[in-house]
């Protein structure tokens, strides 16, 4: 029998979609303009991800 995988929900949830967003329009953006230095507002956006599923692992005490 397998563990279930957790699904975020609430706050976990809004910081990794936002996360998404960002981290989409920042590498976007630099693809687009050549501006290589844009890829900082990507690497922010994947930073709000990582905390958004940080958040979700904490609120299932680990599991996962």
Do not use: E
Not at 33 to 54: D, E, K, Y
Request: glycine fraction near 18%.
């Amino acid at each position: 029998m397998s563990a279930q995988t957790p699904t975020p929900k609430g706050f976990a949830l809004v910081l990794i979609f936002t996360g998404i967003v960002i981290a989409l329009t920042g590498s976007t953006a630099a693809l687009v303009t050549g501006n290589h230095s844009l890829m900082g507002i990507a690497a922010a956006g994947f930073a709000v991800q990582f905390a958004g599923w940080v958040v979700n692992g904490r609120r299932n005490g680990g599991a996962g």
